[in-house]
């Protein structure tokens, strides 16, 4: 089973590498809690990721990429505008997620930074590896020094600003000491200056005025304005060929070329501005949404956050503005701004609202240009992409779940392929807290707000007995289907039976039919009629406002009885409904909806006899389901031989005919009604895996259900026997210490707050 559910996953990844971008960017496995396992980048993410999907035994694979592979279950990815941009982006990815599969430095020292310090006189322009705080101009990041180096190389062909370190340092301190900088420092311009490799600054030949035109022109260039130095370069390069000096031009053409490299590959994903951004990007694709929100901060874009979202939405716009609430409700680390597509009516309230929540400004804009406008079309267009990818997930389950459900019709001989599926466990501790479950699947997905639980109420505490329990739930889940009451009367009718309440002219029938009523009890009578005679009827006895009595049925047939007995529960509302039962009928009454009382209330006290049962019918046990009104197109059942017989003789009593099949856990073998010999599944048959994958979605249903049963009656039999403690103060106890063990463990002084001295007493008597 371990190779087959393997092989599927793997399967499943390839549908959605086979339709994953090719553009460049940024790909994250993960596991199947959802951890990111590696983060890797790519020129082309669909060809890369092809790699990790190849066959187990393909020799490329080496030790490492063989057990990651065997971790993944899923796959996400963000396209990027470059290689660059994706080169940066899972640097910040792998420092801020550490993924176990990732090769991890140990410092921040893989960045360099063009650092101009303008808070000097004279500044100088160096590549450096940090940002201090020291009020000079830092841009960057970039990831390769020599790249930074050459291009600085061509920008001083553009504007020359390079100038020795000795230089600037000595007029640097001339300005300190209020000294003229305008005589030269150097009996002669130094070499440097002579062959062009420095400005001639400090020589008498380049101003300050000068060479801060030429500095705040790189601060240009590096704030993304590129245009005016290729225009410049591309002048002198024209210049130099008419001059006839080849090699000047040729070294100006390769300095044009760095910028239009340096153009191409502009990034956005990293910056040295500290912004704080929330960027929100949205696409809508077949009446579904996606949002990705992508997270820079500090400058540095270091998360993308993705979300799928259920119900339909009329644009962009709608979407943002539910949302944006919804997310920001849930969180802690609120941006300065969220950057939308579209701004919604209410983004003035939205903003509002955030900024209240963060208690600082946060606003909610729409960026016209810049950078904001780049990372803005990078959240879109992964959006888009994470929605074509989820489109295909869902289309590569659905066909799996298509091919096994048209399996299984086939292999059980099933008329078509099931469309409900409904799965069946039964657990117990021992023979108490015996519980069972109902699991769905619909359409081959689990649909779990139709999961149902059933508290046994046919058997004693300590008794064991999984027929019984397993027959009492079906019998409880089948009666759902097998009876109308409105068509049972019309049945009931051509036969010439009605029923009603009494009329005057019947009380006397109605006693010697029914009995005397008892006195001082208010009641109420269903009769049957046959051919306008009275011939039986049930009694309904109204003890108090919320409490009532049925007395048995009486009538000819079990048939009658019964219909009588599920129209008075029919007709109830918000009473609870006690019935006194011979034990043998217990389960028959069980099948009702009926359970055993677990504290018999005073008024029937002496009326219970040996042999009887007191059972009850509550209120919100008896409404419409509309899990349990749907029919189902195959049964379930975990177990062998005996469990499906007792399926089947449940199915029986409930006069259904429905598809049922057990799956015993020893060998995974499949039952069917009429054959001794389990059904052979083909290996690997994706349908024998859907019913394993429904059988253990039950198991695991029951013995949650059980387990909060065992906790609850836990907490319950340590604090209701204690004298003298009611239960208002033992709710307050629960709610102000959580616990027994909390109650337990508090201080007599944190307990007087609620109990009296007398129940603090009986309290620490007790625990």
Same mark, same amino acid.
């Given at each position: 089973?371990?190779?087959?559910?393997?092989s599927?996953?793997?399967?499943?990844?390839?549908a959605?590498?086979?339709?994953?971008?090719?553009?460049p960017?940024?790909?994250?496995?993960?596991?199947?809690?959802?951890?990111?396992?590696y983060?890797?980048?790519?020129?082309?993410?669909?060809?890369?990721?092809?790699?990790?999907?190849?066959?187990?035994?393909?020799?490329?694979?080496?030790p490492?990429?063989?057990?990651?592979?065997?971790k993944?279950?899923?796959?996400?990815?963000?396209?990027?505008?470059?290689?660059?941009?994706?080169?940066?982006?899972?640097?910040?990815?792998?420092?801020e997620?550490?993924?176990?599969?990732?090769?991890?430095?140990?410092?921040?020292?893989?960045?360099?930074?063009?650092?101009?310090?303008?808070?000097?006189?004279?500044?100088?322009?160096?590549?450096?590896?940090?940002?201090e705080?020291?009020?000079?101009?830092?841009?960057?990041?970039?990831?390769?020094?020599?790249?930074?180096?050459?291009?600085?190389?061509?920008l001083?062909?553009?504007?020359?600003y390079?100038?020795?370190?000795?230089?600037l340092?000595?007029?640097?301190?001339?300005?300190?000491?209020?000294?003229?900088?305008?005589?030269?420092l150097?009996?002669?311009?130094?070499?440097?200056?002579?062959?062009?490799?420095?400005?001639?600054?400090?020589?008498?030949?380049?101003?300050?005025?000068?060479?801060?035109?030429?500095?705040?022109?790189?601060?240009?260039?590096f704030?993304?304005?590129?245009?005016?130095?290729?225009?410049?370069?591309?002048?002198?390069?024209?210049?130099?060929?008419?001059?006839?000096?080849?090699?000047?031009?040729?070294?100006?053409? #390769?300095?044009?070329?760095?910028?239009?490299?340096?153009?191409?590959?502009?990034?956005?994903?990293?910056?040295?501005?500290?912004?704080?951004?929330?960027?929100?990007?949205?696409a809508?694709?077949?009446?579904?949404?996606?949002?990705?929100?992508?997270?820079?901060?500090?400058?540095?874009?270091?998360?993308?956050?993705s979300?799928?979202?259920?119900?339909?939405?009329?644009?962009?716009?709608?979407?943002?503005?539910?949302?944006?609430?919804?997310?920001?409700?849930?969180?802690?680390?609120?941006?300065?701004?969220?950057?939308?597509?579209?701004?919604?009516?209410?983004?003035?309230?939205?903003?509002?609202?955030?900024?209240?929540?963060?208690?600082?400004?946060?606003?909610?804009?729409?960026?016209?240009?810049?950078?904001?406008?780049?990372?803005?079309h990078?959240?879109?267009?992964?959006?888009?992409?994470?929605?074509?990818?989820?489109?295909?997930?869902?289309?590569?389950?659905?066909?799996?779940?298509?091919?096994?459900?048209?399996?299984?019709a086939?292999?059980?001989?099933?008329?078509?392929?099931?469309?409900?599926?409904?799965?069946?466990?039964?657990?117990?501790?021992?023979?108490?807290?015996?519980?069972?479950?109902m699991?769905?699947?619909?359409?081959?997905?689990?649909?779990?707000?139709?999961?149902?639980?059933?508290?046994?109420r046919?058997?004693?505490?300590?008794?064991?007995?999984?027929?019984?329990?397993?027959?009492?739930?079906?019998?409880?889940?089948?009666?759902?289907?097998?009876?109308?009451?409105?068509?049972?009367?019309?049945?009931?009718?051509?036969?010439?039976?009605?029923?009603?309440?009494?009329?005057?002219?019947?009380?006397?029938?109605i006693?010697?039919?029914?009995?005397?009523?008892?006195?001082?009890?208010?009641?109420?009578?269903?009769?049957?009629?046959?051919?306008?005679?009275v011939?039986?009827?049930?009694?309904?006895?109204?003890h108090?406002?919320?409490?009532?009595?049925?007395?048995?049925?009486?009538? #000819?047939?079990?048939?009658?009885?019964?219909?009588?007995?599920?129209?008075?529960?029919?007709?109830?509302?918000?009473?609870?409904?006690?019935?006194?039962?011979?034990?043998?009928?217990?389960?028959?009454?069980?099948?009702l909806?009926?359970?055993?009382?677990?504290?018999?209330?005073?008024?029937?006290?002496?009326r219970v006899?040996p042999?009887?049962?007191?059972?009850?019918?509550?209120?919100?046990?008896?409404?419409?389901?509309?899990?349990?009104?749907?029919?189902?197109?195959?049964?379930v059942?975990?177990?062998?031989?005996?469990?499906?017989?007792?399926?089947?003789e449940?199915?029986?009593?409930?006069?259904?005919?429905?598809?049922?099949?057990?799956?015993?856990?020893?060998?995974?073998?499949?039952?069917?009604?009429?054959?001794?010999?389990?059904?052979?599944?083909?290996q #690997?048959?994706?349908?024998?895996?859907?019913?394993?994958?429904?059988?253990?979605?039950?198991?695991?249903?029951?013995?949650?259900?059980r387990?909060q049963?065992?906790?609850?009656?836990?907490?319950?039999?340590?604090?209701?026997?204690i004298?003298?403690?009611?239960?208002?103060?033992?709710?307050?106890?629960?709610?102000a210490?959580?616990?027994?063990?909390?109650?337990?463990?508090?201080s007599?002084?944190?307990?007087?707050?609620?109990?009296?001295?007398?129940?603090?007493?009986?309290?620490?008597?007790a625990?």
């Amino acid at each position: 089973m371990r190779k087959s559910a393997a092989s599927d996953s793997l399967a499943r990844l390839r549908a959605i590498v086979a339709k994953a971008p090719t553009a460049p960017g940024v790909y994250r496995w993960l596991d199947a809690k959802g951890d990111v396992l590696y983060v890797g980048k790519a020129k082309n993410l669909r060809s890369r990721m092809k790699s990790y999907v190849l066959p187990a035994k393909d020799p490329s694979l080496g030790p490492w990429k063989t057990a990651l592979i065997g971790k993944i279950a899923d796959v996400e990815v963000t396209v990027t505008r470059s290689e660059l941009e994706a080169l940066v982006l899972e640097t910040n990815l792998i420092k801020e997620l550490k993924p176990k599969y990732n090769v991890m430095m140990k410092d921040d020292k893989n960045y360099v930074y063009v650092r101009i310090s303008v808070q000097e006189a004279f500044p100088s322009v160096t590549v450096v590896r940090r940002m201090e705080e020291d009020k000079a101009k830092y841009f960057g990041p970039y990831l390769q020094a020599w790249k930074v180096r050459n291009l600085l190389d061509a920008l001083h062909e553009a504007f020359p600003y390079r100038t020795a370190k000795e230089t600037l340092d000595r007029l640097n301190r001339k300005v300190e000491k209020g000294e003229d900088t305008t005589t030269s420092l150097y009996p002669a311009p130094p070499l440097e200056v002579q062959i062009g490799r420095h400005c001639g600054l400090g020589c008498g030949l380049y101003s300050r005025e000068q060479y801060w035109e030429a500095l705040n022109e790189l601060i240009r260039f590096f704030r993304g304005d590129h245009k005016p130095a290729a225009e410049a370069l591309q002048r002198e390069m024209q210049q130099a060929a008419l001059d006839r000096k080849f090699e000047r031009a040729g070294q100006l053409r #390769d300095a044009v070329a760095i910028i239009r490299e340096m153009d191409e590959e502009k990034q956005v994903v990293s910056d040295t501005t500290g912004d704080n951004l929330d960027i929100i990007g949205v696409a809508l694709l077949k009446e579904r949404a996606q949002v990705v929100l992508l997270r820079e901060r500090g400058g540095k874009l270091i998360g993308e956050m993705s979300f799928s979202l259920v119900g339909q939405a009329g644009d962009i716009a709608d979407v943002v503005s539910q949302f944006l609430p919804q997310y920001y409700s849930t969180v802690t680390d609120f941006p300065d701004t969220v950057l939308v597509a579209q701004a919604p009516e209410d983004a003035d309230t939205l903003s509002e609202w955030l900024t209240e929540r963060r208690g600082k400004r946060v606003e909610v804009a729409v960026p016209e240009r810049g950078k904001k406008v780049q990372l803005l079309h990078m959240a879109s267009r992964n959006a888009e992409e994470k929605i074509e990818q989820q489109l295909a997930k869902w289309e590569a389950v659905a066909k799996r779940l298509d091919d096994a459900l048209k399996q299984l019709a086939e292999l059980l001989q099933l008329p078509a392929p099931p469309k409900r599926i409904e799965g069946y466990d039964i657990s117990h501790l021992g023979g108490t807290e015996t519980v069972g479950s109902m699991v769905v699947l619909k359409d081959g997905k689990t649909a779990n707000d139709h999961y149902r639980s059933f508290t046994i109420r046919t058997l004693k505490d300590g008794q064991i007995d999984d027929y019984a329990a397993l027959r009492e739930v079906l019998k409880r889940r089948l009666r759902h289907l097998s009876r109308d009451l409105k068509l049972e009367e019309a049945a009931f009718k051509e036969r010439g039976v009605s029923f009603g309440r009494p009329r005057k002219a019947e009380v006397e029938r109605i006693a010697d039919v029914l009995g005397e009523a008892p006195p001082k009890v208010e009641y109420a009578d269903l009769l049957v009629r046959q051919d306008d005679a009275v011939v039986g009827g049930q009694r309904a006895l109204l003890h108090a406002p919320s409490t009532v009595e049925l007395l048995p049925a009486v009538a #000819d047939t079990l048939e009658l009885r019964q219909f009588l007995l599920r129209r008075s529960l029919a007709s109830a509302k918000k009473e609870k409904l006690y019935i006194i039962v011979p034990d043998a009928e217990v389960e028959d009454y069980g099948e009702l909806g009926f359970r055993h009382v677990q504290t018999i209330p005073k008024l029937f006290a002496d009326r219970v006899l040996p042999g009887t049962t007191l059972l009850v019918s509550l209120p919100s046990e008896r409404k419409i389901d509309p899990s349990l009104t749907a029919r189902p197109d195959l049964l379930v059942i975990d177990g062998g031989k005996g469990q499906l017989s007792a399926a089947l003789e449940a199915l029986k009593q409930s006069g259904l005919d429905l598809h049922v099949v057990s799956l015993a856990k020893r060998e995974e073998e499949v039952f069917v009604p009429g054959n001794p010999v389990p059904i052979v599944f083909p290996q #690997d048959a994706q349908a024998k895996f859907l019913l394993m994958r429904l059988r253990d979605e039950a198991h695991r249903f029951a013995n949650r259900h059980r387990e909060q049963r065992g906790a609850k009656h836990a907490v319950e039999s340590a604090i209701d026997n204690i004298p003298g403690i009611g239960e208002e103060s033992k709710r307050q106890l629960l709610t102000a210490f959580g616990s027994v063990a909390g109650i337990r463990s508090a201080s007599d002084t944190e307990l007087r707050t609620i109990l009296s001295p007398a129940q603090l007493a009986a309290l620490r008597a007790a625990l």
